[in-house]
């Protein structure tokens, strides 16, 4: 079932994007040589309960960190632990609050120079990604029309889509309907509508676009083995077009 939110319920959608935004920034900056994810993820959820939030993975359907990190050829939901990040690694951050009732959404990857030239494009292009997908999210467009954006805009770089994970539904619940896919299906999909508030999460493949998840029942792996990054924001549509609530103030 898709719920729509009032301008209400995406004033308080904003403080919480607001606070997943300010929380990604400051792990932005630690995300250097030298640090282990455990670190960040330490960082992550003690700037969340400094700011009243409640930090949205830990303990989600058993996830024990309040960060995903996932580093090179890990996708998503890498488990903070004592991985020393390194010159020339990716690390995928992906992080979520729960505020005053509504949760926010957002990740990042952050390349730790000097990087391989075509992990840079992989990074930019996935980035990229996201925005032509927010792009597509005016009223009386159909999901198919972000979908699509985000999957040409990937395969005409040369890289691949992971199937399996996608974007969702946002608001009282993490994950809602409708599921949000990063290529075209069958059919338009849902016409998008004022209200409607969605989590857009391209995951994009230097390699192949399979992927499988290791025995720790989590993290998301390419199977080549070759690296992969993700960038996500929560957005609501209005009637003046998109607006990410995921974003710091200033
Ligand atoms: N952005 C991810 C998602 O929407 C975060 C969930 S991680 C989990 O699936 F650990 F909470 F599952
Ligand atoms: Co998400």
Redesign the pocket.
Known sequence: MITLKSKREIEIMRDSGRIVAEVLAEVRQKCRAGVTTLELDRAAEAATVRSGAVP??KN??G?PGSL?TSVNHQV??GIPGDYEVKEGDIVSM?F?VLYKGYYG?S?ITVGVPPLAGDTVRLLEVTEECLYRGIEQMLPGNHLADLSRAIQVHAESAGFSLVRE?GG?GIGRS??EDPMVLNYVSNGRGIRLKPGLVL?V?PMVNQGGEEVEILPDG?TVVTCDRRPSAHF?HTIAVTENGPEILTQTAG
Do not use: N, S
């Open positions: 949205a993975f989600y359907r996830y995903c998503v939901h992906d979520g959404d990740a994970f969702h993490l994950h989590a999460e989590w996500e």
